[in-house]
């Protein structure tokens, strides 16, 4: 069973920056396409950013995009998410999620989901 452990957040200043990690284990990221998701106090779950299983191919919601960038390691089984330009908006548990081949950032189709950690983006 895939197992996943996020990792680097804090608290930071806006204009700031973090970079979250998503350990591995139990799979391989060629056949899982890994996700990050964010939720604040009071809402839903969204979805900002995934990286796909095969090619790597990266996707983005528009509120990050340009700020956000996600990359992997396929050798280290690790998943990152650079996160620049951080605005108050952007405090949230973020947590990183797999699921089997598809591109998603639709949350109810991740299989496996790591424990999140916080990110707060206050002056």
């Known amino acids: 069973q895939l197992q996943l452990v996020e990792s680097g957040g804090g608290v930071v200043q806006p204009g700031g920056s973090l970079r979250l990690s998503c350990a591995t284990s139990?799979?391989?990221?060629?056949?899982?396409?890994i996700g990050w998701f964010r939720q604040a106090p009071g809402a839903q779950r969204e979805g900002i950013s995934c990286?796909?299983?095969?090619?790597?191919?990266?996707y983005y919601r528009d509120s990050v995009k340009g700020r956000f960038t996600i990359s992997r390691d396929t050798a280290k089984n690790m998943v990152y998410l650079q996160m620049n330009s951080l605005k108050p908006e952007d405090t949230a548990v973020y947590y990183c999620?797999?699921?089997?081949?598809?591109?998603?950032?639709?949350?109810?189709?991740?299989?496996?989901w790591g424990q999140g950690t916080q990110v707060t983006v206050s002056s």
């Open positions: 999620a797999a699921v089997p081949g598809r591109a998603t950032m639709i949350s109810y189709l991740y299989e496996y």
């Open positions: 139990g799979g391989t990221l060629n056949y899982y396409t």
């Open positions: 990286i796909r299983s095969d090619d790597g191919s990266t």
